[in-house]
């Protein structure tokens, strides 16, 4: 395993490499391919489930009918929810900035994830928020001085430690109008959180960091992510926009996102193949002389400590270009 999770690395640095060489913005379907994405359509049916069948999958939405109600009693349930969405329209008293757009949003879908209590009992006897029904916690833990303060707003969630998942789910602000296109900031934030999170010791076992990225625009919109990397390159599944822009839409939206952030956790992310193409022509075993002198030159050439060095240095820098970039 930790020769494939060598190889994972690598051959994510080179993404991220060629991904933050590129100039603009955004990354157009054109030259995708080229720097080693693949993108495809993340469709997503009237019960916020996935509308297509997808491999592998990593994230099953629950659906909005499985969603936990709001708690019918509880004072964070049914009227806390509700005050939310009464709000929703309620004119700012000044005219709100790209930013002030942003941080309403996600402050709001945190209430929903994270604070209402929910028609399910927990352990402890209390009614629960979908967050602790998800499975998920807090992990700050997954962003050290390399990425902790260079990615503004960011919130990270993981799963609980006795799940012994890589999954990652987080969010992202993004200060430009919503495009249709990939944006350069998106791929490397994915990139990022895959190189930390595979250097760090919480995930030994795992050559796969799956994460669903919910990328908020100003206008009150969002889409919902989902990437992985496989022997294809970085795979990105991008959903079409949810609008917020209005209490009717809010609800409608809200109940798809909480069904994404909700997904159950799923797929093979200990596969020692990840990195081979499975309809590839297998070469012949090597004699036994060779196969040992591969391996020595394997472990040498795929030293972890210095590959990390450099590419921990190239994100330091590429980021921090971004975040400059933005911020102008």
């Not at 987080?170 to 895959?194: C, I, P």
């Not at 997904?263 to 193949?273: C, E, P, V």
């Amino acid at each position: 395993m930790e020769q494939v999770r060598t190889r994972v690395i690598e051959k994510i640095s080179d993404t991220f490499n060629a991904v933050a060489k590129h100039q603009a913005a955004w990354i157009e379907p054109d030259i995708q391919k080229d720097l080693g994405l693949i993108c495809e359509d993340l469709h997503i049916s009237k019960a916020g489930t996935h509308q297509d069948k997808l491999s592998p999958v990593f994230f099953d939405p629950l659906g909005t009918h499985n969603v936990p109600s709001p708690h019918p009693t509880d004072d964070q349930g049914q009227k806390f929810v509700k005050e939310i969405f009464d709000n929703w329209d309620k004119p700012s008293p000044r005219p709100p900035t790209v930013t002030d757009q942003v941080y309403k949003l996600v402050d709001r879908i945190r209430d929903i994830f994270r604070s209402s209590r929910r028609d399910f009992i927990s352990e402890s006897g209390w009614p629960t928020q979908l967050r602790t029904y998800a499975n998920w916690t807090e992990c700050g833990n997954i962003t050290p001085d390399l990425i902790a303060e260079e990615f503004d707003g960011l919130f990270w969630l993981s799963p609980r430690d006795q799940l012994n998942r890589p999954h990652t789910l987080l969010a992202t602000f993004m200060k430009s109008e919503a495009n249709e296109t990939l944006s350069k900031y998106e791929t490397m934030v994915m990139l990022a959180v895959m190189l930390t999170r595979l250097q760090s010791d919480d995930c030994p076992n795992h050559s796969v960091i799956p994460i669903m990225i919910i990328s908020v625009f100003p206008g009150l919109k969002l889409r919902i992510l989902e990437t992985h990397y496989d022997y294809r390159g970085l795979v990105i599944r991008k959903s079409d926009f949810l609008s917020f822009a209005n209490k009717d839409s809010a609800i409608s939206s809200m109940d798809i996102l909480m069904s994404f952030m909700c997904s159950k956790m799923t797929g093979n992310t200990t596969d020692m193949n990840i990195m081979i193409d499975p309809v590839a022509e297998v070469p012949p075993p090597p004699s036994d002389n060779s196969s040992q002198e591969s391996r020595n030159g394997e472990v040498k050439s795929w030293s972890r400590g210095s590959l990390w060095r450099n590419v921990s240095h190239s994100i330091k820098t590429y980021i921090l270009k971004i975040k400059n970039a933005l911020n102008t």
